[in-house]
């Protein structure tokens, strides 16, 4: 008898920040629009930092995601220090995980790491995730930091509050680590640190307004009008963790092997 198959996951899309291209979430409203071309409904997790924030940065997610299709965005505000209900994601076309501060997103769904991924293959919920949504998509999720040893590696605004580099548990939904706000902020000085210190087999850091969808066959595609750009430790490096990495950046149209 053979062994039921595990579900296969739907494509995850990673985006990269910035408001100026609502286009970026096509690719993600396409796939989550159901087979009858029913309207999707979306649920946007939004962190809430409390006095009328999570609601005016829904209003923001509201428009852009109705800018790009037709949808129905569902509010699911998260106070700092609450954890992320499973069931928000049960009964809807699309998952959407928004920005914010990432160590809280981290921490908004340590509960279920592992349950939330499987829900969403089981039932073929669509993924995306806007800047610290896009890095908690990752196995292994850079939440922040400015320093490595002391020592700067990125502009100290962009730390998330921390001060060293920090590495957590991600929900697994992409085999590389992820970093957002790229050429904008950065960030990509953060991740080549990352994947050297902390010997990742891989990360892509993505710029502002540029998405990367990553299909269930390991293949990352880029669009939007920015670059990704992938980081992957030297055969050296690997061997012997001096830190070296290869960084190789794509733009709209092309894309890469994700899975290795």
């Known amino acids: 008898m053979n062994e039921p198959s595990e579900p296969t996951s739907p494509s995850t899309f990673l985006i990269g920040g910035g408001w100026a291209t609502p286009g970026v979430y096509e690719p993600f409203l396409r796939a989550a629009t159901p087979s009858d071309r029913s309207t999707p409904r979306i ?3 939004i962190l809430d930092e409390g006095d009328g924030h999570g609601a005016e940065q829904f209003a923001r ?4 995601l109705r800018g790009a299709a037709d949808c129905a965005p569902v509010p699911v505000l998260v106070p700092i220090g609450g954890r992320f209900d499973i069931d928000a994601a ?6 959407l995980v928004c920005g914010g ?13 592992d349950r939330l991924p499987r829900l969403l ?3 073929r919920i669509p993924y995306a995730g806007f800047s ?4 908690l998509a990752s196995r292994s999720a850079v939440v922040g930091g400015w320093l490595v040893d002391g020592v700067p590696v990125c502009p100290e605004d962009t730390a998330e509050d921390l001060d060293e580099l920090d590495v957590r548990d991600g929900l697994g939904l992409v085999s590389f680590a992820v970093d957002a706000h790229a050429a904008q902020w950065g960030t990509l000085a953060r991740l080549i640190a990352a994947v050297g210190r902390h ?3 891989h990360g892509v850091a993505i710029d502002e307004n540029t998405v990367v969808e990553v299909d269930a066959d390991g293949r990352a595609h880029v669009s ?5 750009h992938s980081v992957r430790p030297t055969a050296t490096a690997t061997a012997t963790a001096d830190g070296g990495v290869v960084v190789r950046s794509y733009g709209t149209g092309e894309s890469f092997r994700a899975d290795i």
Do not use: H, K, N, W
Request: hydrophobic share 45%; glycine share 10%.
């Open 43 to 45: 649920a946007c997790v």
């Open 61 to 64: 997610y509201d428009a852009a």
């Open 90 to 95: 049960s009964d809807v076309d699309g998952l």
């Open 101 to 113: 501060l990432t160590p809280a997103y981290q921490d908004a769904f340590a509960d279920c790491l």
């Open 121 to 123: 293959a089981e039932r």
């Open 132 to 135: 610290a949504g896009a890095a």
């Open 199 to 201: 010997r990742l087999p």
């Open 224 to 228: 939007g009008r920015g670059r990704a």
